[in-house]
């Protein structure tokens, strides 16, 4: 972990995320009743039971969209039920003339929402954020501060977890909370107050009509003020502001989340002005037909649910593919000129979620050094759902352009990775991706919480005044908690079917057991309202008795206290995600069993499993399985409770969101150093002038030479033998001039076979030979091959000479070589090469997943061929082994100068290990690569007759 004092980057950061942490509320002037004009500047923070005659302030608060990037789901709920709870409810809100989308309910308007309270008709946007489901978010992401006004709602009666089991109100709350096609913009609020609530307004007979005022003229003279935003990544806000401490300066660049083309520019400049004063914020100004098309279409309608394994419903969502795509293009556009504007040499460049896809490499393009990273929020799906994506090689692309690309858990940056190489048929490497003339390191950096301050909020007398009401209520019961949104994802009809199972196996348990379900809106809520509604009424009607009633089914949020309070008085928190990136409910539910320590049972397809192994883990499309699982937590013994429960809170309490924020950032430092080193700058030609005389200074010198494609041109690798001699021939006599010399320690390092090498080099004494990629060694002077494999398992070459049958099968003039140990399957005689090397990547993967995972093998990509050998074989490794030999025999500085050259990949580990040896002691060390490309090597050569020519020059010069 990362220390708070350690500062992680010198530069600035620059954070670029969709919505900014601020936004803009304006103070425009509203008429009276007599049509006069006001311009009221009270504050509108009062309550919500402001009665709706109170003439009020217009305040235009911007359209905003929220998202909940922290798990992936985006709810829309706001736009429909937006109206805040947090202001005046009758707050008036003006927007911007001319960007007014038809407002009918059924067809919720995506902007802005008109209504009146004042009896003149204006255009409003409440403020679309703060309704409870969201507040509730705010407090549940790390670091921010409680509001009181959150608590305000307590005076609210929440009849929510404490409903009553044995009561009849439960039979009408199910009905009256799954309300008709339209929209409830009430469901958050107190019913008696439902009258007063803008929105409502909307769908009675209110006309609505344009402003008849001139807003453009409005909009440049109204004051304004700078307000925090209730959209946006908050977990990312506060993550990243918590770090700030190790930055020398933190800024965020992102829309405002509102229209904005009515303001005039000089509007505009004294915005950023003001953001750039006092809140580090830099605001991309889009045009609104793009925010909607980006945001509302292409993400919401396209990325999101691909990302989350719901391929797009074509019919409803083609219309939008082409259009929409041009619209995130010109954000993402928006986005790159923007933070290119505003860079400095040395900053640090952070993009944020799948909103901003292709802002990387728009960003590279201009600034080719500069250090950018990019994390996904949301899952990353498998590459077969990913295909279906139109636009997949642009995204892909885009996202290449970074240094960094960083993921939740293992199994998305997997997919990443595997997507990559099926799409774009680039390499995969260990540290992620290697293109033609850099890499992409891809890493994983779960998000946590910020366990401390949630600890603070759990003291909270609040808190423990729910527990003790919980207990009581359900005294002699068990508690089974879960807090979900009603996305389908979710998986809460899942759920509710398995606990239907779980009450038919386990009828004992009848009028013991409870489970609270809080379910929240979302965007499809009607439809999977629906769905679950129906399992919750059949169950319901099945299992209760007068007195006992199994499933309390809450379609309205509760309060943080509430939430904490439930989590504490749990004996188990069920969550059954169909799919989701990182939703922290589980890690709040860790925190909050410190005392109890609890099981949780967690879905495999949530994103926290990959973290939270000791959870019991249940396949949700499973429901006996999900039924036992509820029953062996329910059973679970109390040493094996704590143990699984202390291996949770390790995991919680080390990854917070601070961490996650740290790591990421010092990662891509780091990352873009090396990368910086090893790509940027040019490697330069290497010079027979500099390496002569360290060569002929040294005492003992060991030479590492790579055979086909160095010394042996590749065209001719096959045919040398037979054809025409020449060039073999002297190469052949420069070795044996260079082995002369007692001097030089001379070693052909080679993928061939034992026999092969013995066939070409046996005649010269004093060579070391090493074979088939490092798998067995003869050193100078012996006679016998050592082997450096561990004796033993070979199964894994069954398994992997079937799977490579299987692709010869399939790609005509492909064919399979079997050395000693390794196995290679070539395709360079393919009959179509562009098939061959998609086969060979689709091969790599399947080898990889299904016997890398058994075995310990790895499949590389070399030259038209893919080879498979054991993981802990390579050059590098058996260079160690000979340099470590050389060292027992002749003591520490045994050699003084090495000298090292390859030509391909598998060659570029040992030129790490060669430059690695020139640290530490007095060798001077010189690794050459042949061709120009990106490469560990510190010089190159162009080609097979260079390295010939310097190896004589060597060779005469001793
Ligand atoms: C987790 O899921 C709940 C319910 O779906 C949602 O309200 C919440 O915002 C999510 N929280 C985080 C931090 O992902
Ligand atoms: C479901 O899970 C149970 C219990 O783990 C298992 O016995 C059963 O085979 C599974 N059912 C299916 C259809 O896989």
Redesign the pocket.
């Given at each position: 972990m990362v220390a708070d004092s350690t500062v992680l980057t010198t530069g600035r950061l620059l954070v670029a995320t969709f919505f900014l942490p601020e936004t803009i509320s304006f103070q425009v002037p509203t008429r009276d009743k007599d049509g006069r004009f006001r311009t009221n500047s009270k504050s509108s923070n009062d309550g919500p039971g402001v009665s709706s005659t109170t003439q009020r302030p217009a305040t235009l608060i911007p359209p905003l969209a929220a998202v909940d990037t922290s798990n992936g789901a985006m709810s829309d709920e706001t736009q429909r039920s937006a109206p805040t709870s947090r202001g005046a409810p009758n707050d008036m809100s003006m927007a911007p003339k001319g960007i007014l989308p038809p407002s009918t309910p059924s067809n919720p308007p995506r902007y802005f929402r008109t209504t009146s309270s004042t009896g003149e008709a204006v255009t409003t946007i409440p403020r679309p954020i703060a309704n409870k489901a969201e507040r509730l978010k705010d407090h549940e992401r790390p670091g921010l501060p409680q509001r009181s006004s959150y608590h305000g709602q307590l005076s609210v009666p929440p009849p929510s977890i404490l409903a009553p089991p044995a009561e009849t109100k439960e039979k009408e709350k199910l009905v009256s909370v799954f309300p008709a096609a339209a929209p409830r913009p009430t469901l958050n609020q107190p019913r008696s107050k439902a009258g007063d609530h803008p929105s409502i307004s909307i769908h009675k007979s209110q006309p609505h009509r344009r402003p008849s005022i001139d807003s453009a003229k409005v909009f440049a003279e109204a004051a304004w003020t700078v307000e925090k935003a209730y959209s946006g990544n908050i977990g990312l806000h506060n993550a990243v502001n918590s770090i700030q401490g190790q930055l020398s300066k933190r800024i965020w660049i992102g829309t405002l989340g509102m229209a904005t083309d009515t303001l005039n520019d000089r509007t505009r400049e004294d915005i950023k002005a003001e953001l750039a004063l006092n809140h580090s914020s830099v605001p991309v100004f889009v045009h609104d037909s793009d925010f909607d098309g980006h945001y509302h279409q292409f993400c919401k309608q396209i990325l999101w649910p691909i990302f989350h394994y719901v391929l797009p419903d074509n019919l409803r969502s083609k219309s939008y593919e082409d259009g929409s795509w041009k619209h995130y293009v010109a954000v993402n556009r928006a986005f790159a000129d923007t933070i290119v504007e505003n860079y400095r040499q040395g900053d640090t460049i952070w993009v944020n979620d799948y909103h901003l896809m292709l802002v990387p490499n728009m960003i590279r393009e201009r600034l080719p050094d500069a250090s950018i990273g990019f994390f996904l929020h949301v899952p990353f799906p498998s590459s077969e759902i990913f295909r279906c994506l139109h636009v997949r090689k642009e995204v892909l692309q885009g996202l290449l352009g970074a240094d960094l690309v960083g993921f939740q858990t293992y199994s998305f940056a997997r997919h990443f990775v595997q997507t990559c190489s099926r799409l774009l048929s680039v390499e995969s490497t260990p540290k992620g991706i290697q293109l033609e003339s850099t890499a992409v390191n891809v890493g994983i950096f779960p998000i946590g919480i910020d366990t401390k301050s949630l600890r603070i909020k759990r003291q909270d007398p609040e808190v423990a005044q729910w527990v003790k009401e919980l207990k009581e209520k359900y005294q002699g019961m068990k508690l089974i908690v879960a807090r979900d949104k009603l996305d389908y994802i979710k998986g809460v009809r899942q759920k509710m079917l398995a606990f239907e199972r779980f009450l038919n196996l386990h009828p004992e348990w009848l009028g013991k057991i409870v489970l609270i379900q809080v379910a929240l809106s979302t965007s499809e809520q009607n439809e999977v309202q629906g769905q679950v509604s129906d399992v919750v009424t059949r169950i319901n009607s099945k299992f209760s008795s007068l007195s006992y009633q199994p499933i309390v089914f809450l379609r309205q949020d509760i309060t943080f206290s509430q939430y904490l309070g439930l989590l504490t008085a749990a004996d188990l928190c069920l969550i059954t995600s169909l799919r989701d990136g990182m939703n922290l409910t589980s890690h709040e539910y860790v925190v909050c069993q410190e005392e109890q320590k609890n099981p949780l049972v967690l879905s495999e397809f949530a994103g926290t499993y990959g973290s939270l192994g000791a959870c019991l883990r249940v396949n949700p499309w499973?429901y006996?399985?999900v039924a036992?699982a509820i029953y062996e937590g329910l059973t679970m013994k109390e040493e094996e409770k704590v143990i699984r429960w202390n291996e949770l809170s390790k995991h919680v309490c080390t990854n917070t969101a601070q961490f996650w924020a740290s790591d990421f950032v010092s990662e891509l430092v780091k990352v873009h150093g090396d990368v910086q080193r090893r790509y940027s700058i040019h490697i330069p030609l290497l010079s027979m002038d500099v390496v002569l005389p360290e060569f002929r200074a040294a005492k003992r010198r060991l030479l590492l030479l790579d055979y086909d494609g160095t010394l042996l041109p590749y065209e001719r690798a096959s045919s040398v033998r037979a054809k025409g001699k020449t060039s073999h021939e002297d190469m052949f006599k420069i070795i044996q001039q260079l082995t002369n010399d007692p001097k030089n320690i001379v070693y052909i390092m080679s993928g061939r076979v034992q026999e092969s090498l013995d066939e070409a080099f046996g005649a010269i004494d004093n060579i070391g030979l090493c074979a088939e990629g490092g798998c067995f060694l003869k050193p100078a002077g012996k006679k016998t091959w050592e082997t450096q494999v561990q004796e033993g398992d070979t199964q894994w070459r069954k398994k992997v000479m079937e799977m490579f049958e299987y692709y010869r099968e399939r790609t005509p003039g492909s064919e399979i070589e079997e050395k000693t140990i390794p196995i290679v399957w070539h395709y360079r005689q393919a009959d179509n090469p562009s098939y061959g090397l998609w086969q060979a990547r689709e091969c790599q993967n399947h080898i990889e997943e299904a016997i890398g995972s058994i075995y310990p093998i790895h499949a590389v990509v070399g030259r038209k061929c893919l080879e498979v050998m054991p993981r802990d074989v390579s050059k590098a490794q058996a260079t160690k082994t000979i340099v470590e030999g050389l060292r027992q025999q002749y003591g520490t500085d045994a050699i003084d100068f090495i000298f090292c050259v390859g030509d391909d990949r598998s060659d570029e580990d040992m030129f790490e290990y060669c430059n690695s040896q020139a640290l530490d002691g007095e060798q001077r060390v010189v690794t050459c690569t042949v061709g120009s490309k990106s490469s560990e090597a510190r010089w190159f050569v162009p080609g097979v007759s260079t390295v010939l020519q310097g190896l004589q020059a060597l060779a005469q010069n001793a």
């Open positions: 499973n006996t399985e036992e």
